[in-house]
Nanobody
Framework: QAQLVESGGGSVQAGGSLRLSCVVS?????????MGWFRQAPGEALDGVAS???????SYIDSVKDRFTLSRDNAKATLYLQMNNLRPEDTAIYYC???????????????????????WGQGTQVTVRS
């Protein structure tokens, strides 16, 4: 059974930085699946943020390009999301996920992670104060 465990969330002033980590265990690559990060603000959609394919290609949504960096340490089985120049609109619960690649660009809509495909972590809160 795959397990994804996030850490590193917190509360920062706008313009600050945070690094999220996701330790992955028991997961084997699945065709059509990518790993990465989603986020969901209260009452809002479950949106993709950044993803990485099994071959290492990384993609970002436009609003985080040049601010967020996704990386992977295979030896530690850990995924990272370095978030710089944070904005109040980045406030959300951030989820680490292994799910359908196309959903990172299009999101899952106004549903909870329990309704989404694949494997998900429990989430970590990121709050950016203005």
């Amino acid at each position: 059974q795959a397990q994804l465990v996030e850490s590193g969330g917190g509360s920062v002033q706008a313009g600050g930085s945070l690094r999220l980590s996701c330790v992955v265990s028991g997961y084997t690559d699945i065709d059509g699946y990518c790993m990465g990060w989603f986020r969901q603000a209260p009452g809002e959609a479950l949106d993709g943020v950044a993803s990485i394919t099994s071959s290492g290609a990384v993609s970002y949504i436009d609003s985080v390009k040049d601010r967020f960096t996704l990386s992977r340490d295979n030896a530690k089985a850990t995924l990272y999301l370095q978030m710089n120049n944070l904005r109040p609109e980045d406030t959300a619960i951030y989820y680490c996920a292994a799910t359908l690649c196309w959903t990172f660009a299009h999101g899952y809509g106004p549903v909870s992670r329990e309704s989404a495909s694949g494997h998900w972590g429990q989430g970590t809160q990121v709050t950016v104060r203005s």
